[in-house]
Structure formats: structure tokens, C-alpha cells
């Protein structure tokens, strides 16, 4: 039936809608990644003190002026700080009730603000999704499938698709023994896809924006990715790596879902989605 509504008829969604969310009517509950802490805001990891919380945005240009999203007229603007390697996130928390096939689809856009003229067309480094999992089975596990577009390091075009299988260290937050944290987003320990890069369109001057397609099939009771695609390609999944960690306390059936983009210069990095739906068989 989703095929009688012009809004969802743009998504091929499994049996169960899960969640549909378009930023014309609200930020539906995505909010900012932030770090664990206990007692005080400076136990935090470095590495999320800094990140941003999404907002919703016209995408309003100087040139341009106010083209809206790509249906409608807002869309989750998740934006980075002027610094290089600086990275925002987007999350929205949820539980599962079914171990089953789930499909994330949404469309995006990704660009660095357009605060020079010139193309800038190397100064977003990445932009992924990623989903956190936990489940009680045996054996227990929460786990990671990780995935990002590589667009740049430094001066050289990457335009790459990679997983990851693996986090940094754990760490100990505060004295209670209750809270611990770990930074699952470094640049360390990514794995190519595919050798054939993906170039996206990117058109011609930094104001102008092309919205992309990307949809994630995950399988909650393998434990494993089923494949992945965006535009007109799709990449099989039988193969790709995600993280795997012991289960911890406090997070049975934990189905989170976050966005993330980072800069690959002292410019802010702007990732955009129209809408976004989740849905799965069950």
C-alpha cells in the first residue's frame, strides 16, 4: 500500500515500517551523539566533547538562495566544526521486538558550507551511518555494522565505500564502576568494499545540491550485513565486517541508528536528509 502515498512510494520498504521520518514535520527524535560522562561533562572521551547536534534546515544558500529539501521544505542538517577531522553525528535510539531483516533507507546530500568561491570539492573527508545493536541470545554481543563514504584525505579523491570491524580501547568513565565509553568513529581500521570507486554527483560550484539515495539491509538474527546500495549500484554483503563487542548491562534490544560526516579541512562539512525509513520483516 505504501505505493498510494507519493511520499513513501520513492522507498522499496520490507513488510513493517518501523519508522518514518520526514524532517517537513519535525526532527522525530534524532539528537546529537554524544559521550558518556559521569559526575562531570570533562569525564567525557576527547573525542565527543566537541560534536554538534543535528538541526533542521532550509538549506538556504547566498547564491541561491532557499531551495528546500528535496521534497518539501526542511531537511536534518547534521554540520561539523571548522576544523579538520572534526566530525558531527546524528542518533536516534530505539529498540527492536523482532530478530529479523532490517532495511534503512533515506535520501542525502552532503557539501562543505560554501563560505569560498570555488568548488571545495575535496573538503568533506566522509559521511557514514552505522547502526548499534544489542541482543540477548547466546551468545550475547552488541555490534557495530559500520558504514562510510571515504570522499577525501587531504588533497587526493578517494570516492570509496568501507566497513569496519573493530573499536578502540575502552575506558573507565568516572569512579562507580557503572560507565564506560569507547570512540567507535577514528580513522583507523577501515576496510574497502569494493576497489571501484563510487563518484557522486557533486555538480559544479559548492551551492548546488544533488540528492542521493542510499539503502542498508542489516539481518538482526545472522548478525550480518546483507548488502548495501546507492544510486544505481549495490554491493553485496555476505563479507563485510562490522564490530563486535561483549554485551553490557542496560542495553537489551538496543536498535540505534546515527549518521555521521566529517571535514577534511578547517570548514565545516554540512550532511543533509531529506527523509529517512526503517523498516523490516516481521
Keep these: 500500500m505504501h505505493n498510494l502515498d507519493p511520499r513513501l512510494s520513492r522507498f522499496d ?46 538549506l538556504t544558500m547566498w547564491d541561491t538562495g532557499t531551495a528546500g529539501s528535496m521534497e518539501g521544505t526542511y531537511a536534518l542538517k547534521v554540520a561539523s566544526r571548522a576544523k579538520t577531522g572534526s566530525i558531527a553525528t546524528s542518533i536516534k535510539r530505539q529498540t527492536f521486538r523482532h530478530r529479523g ?11 562543505p ?12 573527508r566522509a559521511f557514514g551511518v552505522l547502526f548499534d545493536i544489542q541482543d540477548g541470545f547466546n551468545p550475547e554481543y552488541r555490534w557495530m555494522p559500520h558504514l562510510r563514504y571515504l570522499n577525501a584525505v587531504g588533497d587526493d579523491m578517494v570516492h570509496l565505500w568501507q566497513v569496519k570491524g573493530e573499536t578502540r580501547q575502552f575506558h573507565k568513565i568516572g569512579d562507580s564502576g557503572e560507565t564506560v565509553s569507547h570512540f ?8 574497502d568494499v569494493d576497489f571501484a570507486p563510487q563518484t557522486l554527483a557533486y555538480n559544479e560550484i559548492a551551492t548546488k545540491m544533488n540528492w542521493h539515495y542510499l539503502k542498508v539491509n542489516v539481518d ?4 550480518k ?25 542496560n542495553l ?19 550532511l543533509y536528509l531529506d527523509s529517512v525509513l526503517l523498516s523490516g520483516e516481521f
Design 13 to 58: 520498504p520490507l513488510d513493517r515500517i518501523i519508522f518514518y521520518d520526514d524532517f517537513d514535520e519535525g526532527i522525530h527524535g534524532w539528537s546529537e551523539l554524544i559521550g558518556n560522562y559521569e559526575h562531570s561533562l570533562d569525564s567525557m572521551l576527547p573525542e565527543y566533547a566537541d560534536m554538534r547536534p543535528p538541526m533542521l534546515s532550509n
Design 113 to 124: 558550507e560554501a563560505n569560498e568561491l570555488r568548488l571545495s570539492l575535496d573538503d568533506v
Design 225 to 249: 550485513f546483507l548488502s548495501f546500495q546507492c544510486n544505481d549500484r549495490v554491493y553485496a554483503g555476505d563479507s563485510l565486517q562490522y564490530i563486535a563487542i561483549p554485551a553490557m548491562p
Design 101 to 111: 531483516q532490517i532495511q534503512l533507507e533515506c535520501y542525502f546530500t552532503v557539501k
Design 184 to 191: 567507535h568513529l577514528g580513522s583507523e581500521g577501515w576496510q
Design 252 to 270: 537489551n534490544c538496543m536498535l540505534n541508528t546515527a549518521f555521521w560526516v566529517e571535514t577534511n579541512r578547517d570548514k565545516r562539512a554540512f
Design 220 to 223: 538482526l538474527a545472522e548478525r
